[in-house]
Structure formats: C-alpha cells, structure tokens
C-alpha cells in the first residue's frame, strides 16, 4: 500500500469518499430483503462480516490465514447449541463469539510466530483439527446430521420466526461489528498494523513487537468472523459440518479478493457477489464449482485489486 | 497389542505413508524450488488416478500402460498450468500462487465430477489391480496384499530416485542453481524458465503417479484428493518446507503413526497428525528438516 502525502485536500476527498461509500452500503443493506428474499440477504451480512474479519488480518497485517473457517464454525455450532439448550439469542450469539475468541488464542499463539504460507498452512491444520472434531463430537455437533430445527425464542417482542425481523435484527449486528473493524483501522493500533505489514524490521526499530500486533490483530479477527458465525448459525436454522470446511476458509477469501483487501467496504460487497452467483447457478442448475473455481482464478490472476479497490483506485487518478 | 497385529498396523501405516510420502515430495520439491504451494497437487494427485480409469474405459488400457502414460498426462497439465497461469504470478506475494491453485481445485474437482456423471455416468467407480498383483504374500507373520506391498515398494524406490537426483546429479545442482540464483545461473547459459517449469511437471507428475497407485485401493472419485491433500500439509509442516529427505521420512513416519495410533485409540486416526504438527512447532518452528526461516 503506498502512503499518500497528507494534504488537507487529499484527506477532504479522502472523507467524502469514505461517507459516500458508508451511505450507500447502508442504504444498499437497509432495501436488501425487499430485492431479494430474506434468508440469502442475511447470509450476504454474516458473509460480509466474515469476511471483513479475514481482511482484518489479511489486509491489513498481510497474513493470509487459510483456516478462518475454524472460527466462523465453531461459533455457529456453540450458537446453534446453545439455542437448542433453550438460551435466548443474545446469549447464545455472545457465546458463540467467545467460543471463537478462546478458541483463537491457542491457534494465535502458535501460528503468528510464522510469516507468509507457514502461517496459512498452520492456521489450516489448526482448521483441520477442529473439523474432524465437529465430526466426531456428535453430542454437541450432530455429527454428519449437523444441528437444526433449534428454537429461535422471541426477544424484546421481536419475532424470529420472521426472517425479515431476523434480517434487521441481524442488520443491527453487523453494524457494531463494522464498526468495530472500522475503528480498528482507523485507531493507532491499526495504523501500527499495517506499518508492521509494511516493514516489519523498520516498525521492530523503532519500538513496535510485530508479534504482539499480530497477536491482537489475529484475536480481533477470529472473533468477529464468530459473531460473523454465530449471525449465520441464528439466521440460517442449520449448521453443518460444511462450516468447518477448508473450502469455507477459501471462499471467504475470495469473497474479499473479489471485493477489494484492505477497502474493508469490498468484502461485503464481494460476500453480495458470491452469494447472488451461487444462487443464480445453483437455480439454475449449473455446475457452482466450476464457475466459482473459473471465477477465483481470473480475479487472482487479473482482478487482484477487487471492485471496490478498482473503483478506489479509478477515483484518486482521476 | 501382540508383536503380529502391531507389524500388521506398521505395514498398513506404510501404504498410506507410501501416498503421504509421494504426495508431500511432490509439493517438497515444487516448493524448495519454485516457492509455489501447490494446493492443486491433491486435485492432480486426482487426475492421476480418474485418468488411468480413463484410459482404461475410452482405449482398454490397463494398469501398467497407464501408470505411465497417466503420470506423464498430469505432467503435461501442469506444464500447462505453470507456464500459462502460474509464471503470471512470480514476483508478487508467494499467496496469490496458493490462491490461484485453490481456484484450480476447486474447478477441476467438479470438472472431473461432471465428465464422470456424463460421460461414464458413474460419481465413484471401482479400478481393479493388475493379476499379477492380485492376491496375497505370506509376510511370516500375515498375509498381506500382493499390491499393498508394490505400492510400498515402488514408492520407496520413487523417493529414492528423486532424492538421488536432486542431491547428487548435475541435473540436480542446474535445478538447484536455478532457483538459488536465477540471475548468476542465467548469465551461464542455462535456459531457467524452462528449468522452472521442468521441475513444475515432475513434482505434478508425482502426484499423477500416486494417484495412479491409489485407483486401485481408494477407487476413484472427484475428491479423493481434498481430504488427503490436507494431511498431506501438515506432513510437509512437520517436516521442513521444501526438505526432500524430511518429506520421504515424515510421510512413512505420519503414515505409521497414525496406524499405530488408530489402533491403539480410534477416534483419534485422522487428527493425531495435526496434533503431531501442533507439538512439532511448539519445539521447531521450522519443522524436523526444515532449516530456520532466516536461513534460507
């Protein structure tokens, strides 16, 4: 990432930019359950903020975890298990997400002490693990069965069993946890993330520990990709054992190499992409691999800024 | 545990060590040279074997033309595949090439799917092995498969060749010259794209070799590689990225253990490697071979 000179015009653009994009994919998200149905509209919110979690890390500490699925997974079966026990929804999302943050601090401690692919390949074992745990823990898991028809009781007299309440419910969540990673980029700690990206000896010398960076930015991420699961456990009623699949860790990244890395909007918006597609192919009764596969392949090779990183990059030449 | 049904588990272990072995060579040697991680390796290690069952119903070919014939087709895709796709993506992050590679599993996994479903309209089918592999070998202590023990052998002899090579040939100081320094080795006359995607070819060949070898044990499916190719990491974290000799001895070893391991407490078969793994970098971050990150 190139750091631009600190001009007041530049930063004035740079905000107005900033709120239009904010206005719009509110807006956007606010009218979703009226263009499409329900149920795919709130797995396009847990899918974005799952992957905004991943761009946490991957973005801005430029660590490219390929198991976030452990996180995201663990979360929905703790939410669905937790429901099914008769909690009510804040509880058990709550739960969920600590499940996924006691989780992460195991999986951090051992994996941020190595860079570039021995991370990915260490957070993907770690993803590993738990998969065959979900598997073989049919008491708390289902096993091949996964967990469903769990109850979602009424809170504050909203209704659950609407998936339009449900949406907005869940619309609520999202918003905190956005802003929650918004104020992350944005804080000083977030700046010092992205220096040790950047330089990791230079940010070392003058008085960062990149490890503990990484550390904090790696427990950041994991529990709001289990928010992110629990969001998707609640609104969706089941839970499989295809949450804690190595192809849930891959697609959430190409969700937000679609969208556009360190845009934080992008993923979203590249969760909104991959989701429509699937669905459009899946109606369709076309081959999703292949397409999916054939997608992720052209962005990587000639996409890799992503939409929102295209038009960004679009508006400051301009 | 007698002494006759723990040497009946360490032979057991060594056949899926054969494939951790081959599989994790493949990736060792694609990595120590190329700094690519292969995730399609398990999706080749695939083709291997849906090719021979291929061949095998389109021409009547048989196990021994096809494990050839087969390897040498994945090669050839993966010729393919390094000098259209992956040669595009040198000099940016080492990333995008496990990204780029996720990509191509993902597409050729239902390619494969599909082409059964229509052309042989079967989703998983049976391939047989060859007669004269049929049947059993009294071991002493058990009969054992005829053809269980080919595979071990053969992937033993396998590992050797590869290893002989690289460490000790001139073949193998061009290829390690190449990738130590491109720059210098060029300036000697020594064409290192080519080199490059040489090596590519045969590390993918390897993969289309053990997929052969599986065909008849395994039978074959789309996505026999998806599960596999993932131990198959952690053999190679465990080992030392990109160490030949750590890839051969921890693929036996992982697959051994996990045998034993099985035995002894089943549940525990497909997560003691990645406990294994775990350990390991609790006490050597770079892995068992592995030389430390600054090393290198």
């Known amino acids: 990432m190139t750091v631009l000179p600190r001009t007041a015009a530049r930063t004035d653009r740079e905000r107005t930019t900033r709120a239009a994009w904010l206005i ?15 149920v795919l509209a709130l797995d396009i919110l847990a899918w974005g903020l799952f992957a905004v979690a991943f761009d946490l890390l991957f973005g801005f500490s430029g660590l490219l975890s390929f198991g976030h699925a452990a996180f995201w997974g663990s979360s929905a079966y703790a939410t669905a298990y937790l ?23 195991p999986v951090a401690y051992l994996s941020v002490r190595s860079a570039g692919i021995y991370f990915s390949m260490i957070t993907l074992a770690f993803a590993q693990m738990l998969s065959f ?118 697609e959430v990244v190409m969700m937000t190499l679609l969208g556009g890395t360190t845009t934080l909007f992008g993923p979203v918006i590249g969760a909104g992409l991959v989701l429509l597609l699937r669905d459009v192919l899946t109606t369709a009764n076309l081959p999703v691999g292949i397409v999916t596969g054939l997608v992720f392949v052209l962005v990587v090779l000639f ?16 | 545990m007698t002494l006759q049904y723990f040497l009946i588990q360490v032979f057991n272990g060594l056949v899926n060590g054969a494939f951790y072995a081959l599989l994790s060579l493949g990736l060792a040697v694609i990595f120590g040279m190329l700094r690519i991680v292969n995730f399609a390796h398990g999706a080749l290690y695939m083709l291997g074997a849906f090719t021979a069952f291929a061949l095998g119903q389109l021409f009547g070919l048989g196990f021994w033309p096809s494990l050839i014939i087969a390897p040498l087709l994945v090669g050839l895709i993966g010729m393919i595949i390094e000098r259209g796709l992956l040669s595009r993506l040198y000099g940016l992050e080492p990333s995008y090439n496990l990204l780029l590679t996720f990509g191509l599993t993902l597409l050729t996994q239902d390619l494969v ?44 002899l396998v590992c050797l060749i590869t290893w002989f090579v690289i460490e000790k040939t ?15 080795t060029r300036a000697f006359g020594i064409d290192v794209s080519k080199w490059v995607t040489g090596v590519f070819a045969v590390g993918v ?41 750590g890839s051969v001895v921890t693929g036996f070893a992982v697959g051994v253990l996990a045998a034993i391991g099985s035995a002894l407490y089943p549940p ?29």
């Open chain 2, 205 to 245: 060949g390897l993969a289309g070799l053990a997929g052969v070898l599986a065909a008849p044990i395994y039978s074959v499916e789309p996505y026999m590689g998806a599960e596999l190719i993932i131990t198959t990491f952690a053999v190679v974290v465990i080992g030392g990225m990109g160490s030949i000799l």
């Open chain 2, 113 to 156: 799917k599909q082409v059964m479903l229509s052309r042989f309209a079967v989703s998983s089918a049976p391939y047989t092995p060859p007669a004269e592999l049929s049947g059993v070998v009294n071991l002493g202590f058990t009969m054992f498969p005829k053809y269980r023990l080919f595979v071990i052998v053969l992937a033993l």
């Open chain 1, 83 to 105: 429901l099914s026990n008769g909690q009510s929804v804040p509880v058990a999302m709550l739960g969920g997400t600590l499940v996924a943050l006691t989780l992460a601090l």
């Open chain 2, 268 to 296: 525990i078969a497909n997560t003691l490697v990645f406990i294994l793994m775990a350990v390991v970098l609790l006490i050597r971050p770079s892995g068992l071979f592995g030389l430390p990150e600054g090393a290198r």
């Open chain 1, 303 to 318: 996409f890799r800024r992503g939409v929102v990183g295209t038009v960004q990059h679009w508006l400051r030449k301009k």
């Open chain 1, 133 to 250: 745990l979900a598997l073989q823990w049919t008491d708390v898991t289902g096993g091949e069965n996964g967990l469903q028809g769990f109850a979602r009781p009424s809170f504050l007299g909203l209704d659950f069993s609407n998936s339009t309440t449900r949406y907005y419910f869940c619309l609520a969540v999202f918003a905190v946890g956005f802003y929650i990673a918004y104020r992350t980029v944005r804080s000083p700690f977030g700046q010092a993330q992205q220096a040790v990206r950047d330089n990791e000896q230079r940010a070392q010398s003058i008085g960062y520990n990149p490890v503990r960076f990484k550390f904090t930015a790696f427990l950041i991420s994991a529990t709001l990709a289990g928010l992110a699961g629990s969001m998707y456990s609640f609104g969706h009623g089941v839970v499989s054992l295809e949450v804690v699949n190595w192809r849930t860790s891959g």
């Open chain 2, 170 to 184: 001139r073949v193998g100081a061009i290829i390690r010259a190449s990738t130590e320094n491109p720059t210098v």
């Open chain 1, 24 to 38: 719009g994919l509110g807006i956007l998200l606010l009218v979703l359950p009226k263009l499409i149905y329900p």
